[in-house]
């Protein structure tokens, strides 16, 4: 038994969280709460053709095409169960989604899009941590409601768009 002990390798002890502990104590209260995941946007460079894939080829629930001229694109919502994808294609020469789309010629994601409960107390709590916001006012978007875009460099790489929900 000695030498059949020293031979087999001992197992790591498992941690396992305290149950006074819980992963909300380590979370700071905010006047504001992060929420559902809304859609997650891809850039793509022919419309038609990416409507096409998701409605006939996959068979989702597709969206009329619409016009964001203030955003300087046209959105199409691909209807998933438990989220969307929103697909943009550029409208005019300032569009950010043409200069995406200069960068990466067959597209790709462009943001992910998250509710929160209040937009305007989300704003002024991410100023004071430091975290760029891409306006100084929340923009009206896609859905018709209160949006802001944080800057990708402050996200990790991600640009991230907050909806008030």
Same mark, same amino acid.
């Given at each position: ?6 031979? @087999?390798?001992?197992?790591?002890? +498992? ?11 380590? &979370?700071?209260?905010?006047?504001? !709460?992060? $929420?559902?995941?809304?859609? /997650?946007?891809?850039? /793509?460079?022919?419309? #038609? ?8 080829? =996959? ?6 095409? +619409?016009?964001?001229? #203030? *955003? $300087? /694109?046209y959105t199409v919502f691909v209807e998933l169960g438990n989220t969307k994808l929103e697909l943009l294609h550029p409208l005019g020469e !300032? ?6 789309? @200069?960068?990466? !010629?067959?597209?790709?994601?462009? *943001? &992910? ?22 306006? #100084? ?5 896609? *859905?018709? !409601?209160? +949006? &802001? ?10 640009? /991230? #768009? =907050?909806?008030?929900?």
């Amino acid at each position: 038994s000695g030498l059949l002990s020293r031979l @087999q390798p001992s197992a790591p002890p +498992v941690r396992t969280p305290s149950p006074s502990k819980s992963f909300s104590q380590n &979370i700071p209260s905010c006047l504001w !709460k992060l $929420g559902r995941l809304n859609h /997650v946007a891809i850039a /793509v460079p022919d419309l #038609e053709k990416a409507q096409s894939l998701y409605k006939d080829v =996959l068979g989702a629930q597709v969206s009329e095409t +619409v016009a964001l001229p #203030e *955003h $300087g /694109v046209y959105t199409v919502f691909v209807e998933l169960g438990n989220t969307k994808l929103e697909l943009l294609h550029p409208l005019g020469e !300032k569009s950010p989604i043409a200069s995406f789309l @200069q960068k990466n !010629k067959t597209g790709g994601m462009h *943001h &992910i899009c998250i509710e929160v409960d209040d937009i305007k107390a989300a704003m002024t709590e991410l100023k004071k941590k430091k975290i760029r916001i891409l306006s #100084e006012e929340p923009k009206i978007g896609a *859905h018709g !409601k209160p +949006v &802001i875009f944080l800057h990708p460099k402050d996200c990790h790489g991600v640009l /991230v #768009e =907050l909806e008030q929900a």
